[in-house]
């Protein structure tokens, strides 16, 4: 079992920006493609950005590219995702999601 904790959600003015941080403890982690997904009320989750354990491989939802940046920490069991630019339409709880194990999630809201 791993324990993936996020933290950084909060209330902010659309336009506004965000940093979403995660921790998922142990050594086998650090191999993990590691991820960030969303899900508003009513809606599915959805994917928002992965990074690969190199860096090398980095997706996007198109929704979110040119305004939200993956990162791997330098301990690799670490991931954040600046927010930038943010819309009312990105307000959802935002989960961690670390080989098949997913974090409690964080709540972002974003006011018009």
């Known amino acids: 079992q791993v324990q993936v904790v996020e933290s950084g959600g909060g209330l902010v003015q659309s336009g506004g920006s965000l940093r979403l941080s995660c921790a998922a403890p142990?050594?086998?982690?650090?191999?993990?493609?590691m991820g960030w997904y969303r899900q508003a009320p009513g809606m599915e989750r959805e994917l928002v950005a992965t990074?690969?354990?190199?860096?090398?491989?980095?997706t996007y939802a198109d929704s979110v590219k040119g305004r939200f940046t993956i990162s791997r920490g330098n301990v690799k069991n670490t991931i954040f995702l600046q927010m930038n630019s943010l819309k009312p339409e990105d307000t959802a709880v935002y989960y961690c999601h670390v080989g098949a194990y997913w974090g409690q999630g964080t709540q972002v809201t974003v006011s018009s």
């Open positions: 142990g050594e086998t982690v650090k191999s993990y493609v």
């Open positions: 990074i690969s354990n190199d860096e090398d491989t980095i």
